[in-house]
């Protein structure tokens, strides 16, 4: 019976808290401006 109600507390509580928090903020500021890149494009490499 325990195990029934930790599931459904995390079901019920957990999940939908952490998909609402992914949703309207980013607390570890993962996003960045798309423009600046280190990215160097690299010559298409011969055909063997």
Known sequence: MRT???LLLYC???TPV???SRLV???M????DRGD????????SPAR
């Not at 500021?29 to 960045?32: D, L, Q």
């Not at 890149?37 to 298409?44: E, G, R």
Request: hydrophobic residues 45%; charged residues 15%; glycine residues 4%.
């Open 37 to 44: 890149t280190y990215w160097i494009p690299s010559d298409p």
């Open 18 to 20: 952490g998909l609402v």
């Open 4 to 6: 029934f109600l930790l």
């Open 12 to 14: 019920l509580v957990v």
């Open 25 to 27: 903020a980013d607390p």
């Open 29 to 32: 500021t993962r996003r960045t």
